[in-house]
């Protein structure tokens, strides 16, 4: 416990602050692992519920929060067949990102985007507007490991921040050991799963116990920081703590069969909230809260 103490210490000493308030409007999602429409790109079946979510958050405007593994790039060597296959969903995000409503947080899947040189290598190349020589048109976007919201509210009289984190931290195979596994799923998972429907154990989304293990220190290390809120994904599992429980909040992935999972603050309340199918028809549902912030804080 000791490293991923240190890793976590670390993640949130080094957090970009981001300020918000009553007026505030934010949805957080994570892994939707989006691939190249393959056989292995799980996002795929919900790439018109995902659309359909990102619209209505656009169009109301949001601040979109990912929270790590947006791209699978483990089982993809390349970004490019990856935009190809999702470009419309990443001009919406380029939309976002010009209204200064964008925040992404890389996870063990998208590790590669802790390197500023490969995000620029990866993600630049397509978003440059080539008939333009405005080089401000960029899609000029920072990965981040950790970002703090902190509260700016006269109702709200506290110093206490969110924290936002992918989750891997917690993960010592899937955060130091990042580069074995993703050897791990490219050359021995991936071909098992496509012969005989073998489940990936690096995987804590498809490990039951190693994801509770990886719950079980992110509580440990909130309960040792005074109670430490966090909103984290990673294992795919939603969580949303009754009022007085260690705060650890999970916002499930976009993965899961017919419908993705989120956490929405609004009015400095918290939801989590599904979008799925019903009847034909794309429809949110809540599912935890509202509950007000000041109540984890």
């Known amino acids: 416990m000791g490293i991923i103490n240190n890793i976590l210490d670390n993640a949130f000493k080094n957090a970009e602050n981001i300020c918000i308030d009553e007026n505030s409007k934010l949805i957080f999602f994570s892994d939707m692992h989006k691939g190249d429409n393959s056989y292995a790109d799980d996002f795929a079946h919900n790439v018109k519920i ?4 990102l619209t209505h958050y656009f169009e ?3 601040i979109y929060f990912e929270l790590g593994d947006g791209v ?3 089982e993809n060597n390349s970004f490019e067949p990856i935009y190809n296959t999702y470009k419309a969903i990443f001009d919406l995000q380029l939309e976002f990102h010009k209204q200064n409503r964008l925040h992404l947080l890389y996870g063990n899947h998208d ?7 490969v995000v620029e290598k990866m993600l630049n190349t397509f978003f440059i507007d080539k008939q333009s020589k405005d080089k401000q048109l960029l899609f000029n976007v920072a990965f981040k490991e950790s970002i703090l919201l902190e509260i700016d509210s006269k109702i709200y009289n506290t110093k206490k921040s969110i924290l936002l984190i992918h989750g891997h931290q917690a993960d010592f195979m899937n955060y130091v050991m990042w580069r074995f596994n993703r050897f791990l799923v490219r050359f021995l998972w991936m071909p098992m799963q496509k012969i005989f429907a073998f489940k990936d154990p690096t995987s804590p989304a498809k490990n039951f116990k190693n ?3 990886v719950e ?7 309960f040792k920081n005074n109670n430490q809120m966090i909103i984290a994904g990673h294992t795919h599992r939603p969580k949303f703590p009754d009022p007085g429980e260690i705060p650890y909040f999970n916002d499930g992935s976009c993965v ?3 419908s993705i999972i989120g956490i929405e603050i609004e009015n400095l309340e918290i939801s989590l909230v599904k979008w799925h199918l019903n009847n034909g028809q794309i429809i949110k549902s809540v599912l935890e809260g509202p509950t007000a912030l000041n109540l984890f804080l």
């Open 216 to 222: 079980r220190k992110l509580k440990k290390w909130s």
């Open 111 to 117: 590790m590669v985007f802790k390197d500023k040189n």
């Open 50 to 53: 995902y659309t359909h979510a």
């Open 211 to 213: 994801s509770i293990r």
């Open 60 to 62: 109301d405007n949001y």
């Open 256 to 258: 899961h069969p017919e």
């Open 72 to 74: 699978e790039l483990w």
